[in-house]
């Protein structure tokens, strides 16, 4: 199995940026395909991007043109770097990883999560 552990959250100005990680500890990264999801306040889980395994991407419509997936395999982590940001982007953001053909755009897909980082986006 593998733990994963996210960072880089924190408070934000309106229209200003985030890098978060997510950091994978066991072997094998290399074959898991990745997902953020997040949480708002009130609100129930939605994902955000996801990667394949094979680098395939695909973006929920509120991250398209403004957050970007990646992930560095020999660092065994996956980012997400988010731009523009704005207050509806508030929430707990997960990870997740999962052995998956393709993207996996379902949270049920997914056999491990990590704790989760907060991004709060107001001024």
């Known amino acids: 199995q593998v733990q994963l552990v996210e960072s880089g959250g924190g408070l934000v100005q309106p229209g200003g940026s985030l890098r978060l990680s997510c950091v994978a500890y066991?072997?094998?990264?290399?074959?898991?395909?990745i997902g953020w999801f997040r949480q708002a306040p009130g609100k129930e889980r939605e994902g955000v991007a996801y990667?394949?395994?094979?680098?395939?991407?695909w973006y929920e419509a509120p991250a398209k043109g403004r957050f970007t997936i990646a992930r560095h395999n020999a660092k065994n982590t996956a980012y997400l770097q988010m731009n523009r940001l704005e207050p509806e982007d508030t929430g707990v953001y997960y990870c997740?990883?999962?052995?998956?053909?393709?993207?996996?755009?379902?949270?049920?897909?997914?056999?491990?999560w990590g704790q989760g980082t907060q991004v709060t986006v107001s001024s």
């Open positions: 990667i394949s395994s094979s680098d395939g991407l």
């Open positions: 066991g072997s094998g990264f290399n074959r898991y395909a």
């Open positions: 997740a990883a999962g052995i998956i053909d393709g993207v996996g755009r379902s949270a049920e897909e997914y056999d491990y």
